[in-house]
């Protein structure tokens, strides 16, 4: 079984605001099967974790909450609908992004290709005579010189540093009529050899390279949440078989990991963790 989340992140403190159950093609389509779990009506419609995904930002959104960025991980930033479903929205995004993800460093100005005069249907699709790369090929071409060391926070250990790369890149699908011109960053570990991270962002000029990388981190937290819902907050003990059970057992983690966070800020001087 396998949940679309969304979390609320600010600093350290990280709460869980909603979830859906995500049903895969064959469950959808097995009507028996949809009705011995009672999901409802609406919900027996075939969406990508990436629909639900927007659906979860649209209620947020319905709902007042109130912030400044979304962060996700490489399963929704691989999805460049996804990514100009949340620009079309006017919400700035942090998505990490697979290492094969396609760039040009400069517009490759798709175009529709003239008709030849001869015979047969006209062409529709779009195309570019410009040469691209993946982001993995692009930072293996920088530099040792070209890596920047950015302080992220202080962890455990003391300070918590990553090295990174950042430029403006174009994405383009090829399906879009024009390329999206993003801030393309690459980080990798201290002493690392490799990327650990591939991050594109539509951040504006205000946002400098530093805050853009304090901003992708914040999902360490997020999973940290997580892991802590399900070692201490029984997300994962459940023996369900109908759609609400599994929803009222999320709500109830949820509520019991808010729970948590406001211990935490209340006893913060008495109880420092």
């Given at each position: 079984q396998v949940g679309v989340f969304s979390a609320l992140c600010r600093g350290r403190r990280v709460t869980l605001l909603d979830s859906r159950l995500y049903l895969p093609k064959s469950r959808v389509e097995d009507e028996a099967r949809c009705q011995r779990a009672r999901v409802p009506e609406e919900a027996r419609q075939m969406r990508?974790?990436?629909?639900?995904?927007?659906?979860?930002?649209?209620?947020?959104?319905?709902?007042g909450v109130r912030f400044g960025y979304v962060v996700v991980d490489g399963g929704y930033g691989k999805d460049p609908g996804f990514l100009r479903g949340l620009a079309s929205r006017s919400l700035c995004f942090v998505a990490d992004v697979h290492k094969d993800q396609r760039i040009w460093l400069n517009d490759p100005e798709p175009y529709v290709p003239p008709a030849s005069g001869g015979r047969g249907r006209r062409a529709s699709k779009r195309r570019t005579e410009a040469p691209g790369q993946t982001v993995a090929q692009w930072a293996r071409?920088?530099?040792?010189?070209?890596?920047?060391?950015?302080?992220?926070?202080?962890?455990?250990?003391?300070?918590?540093?990553?090295?990174?790369?950042?430029?403006?890149?174009?994405?383009?699908?090829?399906?879009?009529?024009?390329?999206?011109?993003?801030?393309?960053?690459?980080?990798?570990?201290?002493?690392?050899?490799?990327?650990?991270?591939?991050?594109?962002?539509?951040?504006?000029?205000?946002?400098?390279?530093?805050?853009l990388a304090r901003m992708q981190g914040r999902r360490f937290f997020i999973e940290h949440a997580f892991r802590e819902a399900k070692s201490d907050l029984a997300m994962a003990d459940y023996q369900v078989r109908r759609w609400d059970a599994w929803h009222r057992h999320m709500a109830l983690v949820m509520i019991a990991l808010l729970f948590v966070v406001k211990e935490r800020l209340l006893l913060k001087q008495e109880a420092p963790l």
């Amino acid at each position: 079984q396998v949940g679309v989340f969304s979390a609320l992140c600010r600093g350290r403190r990280v709460t869980l605001l909603d979830s859906r159950l995500y049903l895969p093609k064959s469950r959808v389509e097995d009507e028996a099967r949809c009705q011995r779990a009672r999901v409802p009506e609406e919900a027996r419609q075939m969406r990508s974790k990436c629909t639900r995904a927007l659906e979860r930002v649209d209620a947020a959104l319905t709902h007042g909450v109130r912030f400044g960025y979304v962060v996700v991980d490489g399963g929704y930033g691989k999805d460049p609908g996804f990514l100009r479903g949340l620009a079309s929205r006017s919400l700035c995004f942090v998505a990490d992004v697979h290492k094969d993800q396609r760039i040009w460093l400069n517009d490759p100005e798709p175009y529709v290709p003239p008709a030849s005069g001869g015979r047969g249907r006209r062409a529709s699709k779009r195309r570019t005579e410009a040469p691209g790369q993946t982001v993995a090929q692009w930072a293996r071409q920088q530099s040792e010189s070209a890596w920047k060391r950015i302080t992220l926070r202080q962890g455990e250990k003391g300070r918590l540093r990553a090295e990174y790369l950042h430029t403006r890149v174009w994405v383009w699908d090829g399906k879009e009529e024009q390329a999206r011109c993003w801030r393309l960053r690459v980080r990798r570990e201290c002493g690392a050899k490799s990327p650990s991270h591939y991050v594109l962002s539509n951040a504006g000029n205000e946002i400098d390279v530093s805050r853009l990388a304090r901003m992708q981190g914040r999902r360490f937290f997020i999973e940290h949440a997580f892991r802590e819902a399900k070692s201490d907050l029984a997300m994962a003990d459940y023996q369900v078989r109908r759609w609400d059970a599994w929803h009222r057992h999320m709500a109830l983690v949820m509520i019991a990991l808010l729970f948590v966070v406001k211990e935490r800020l209340l006893l913060k001087q008495e109880a420092p963790l």
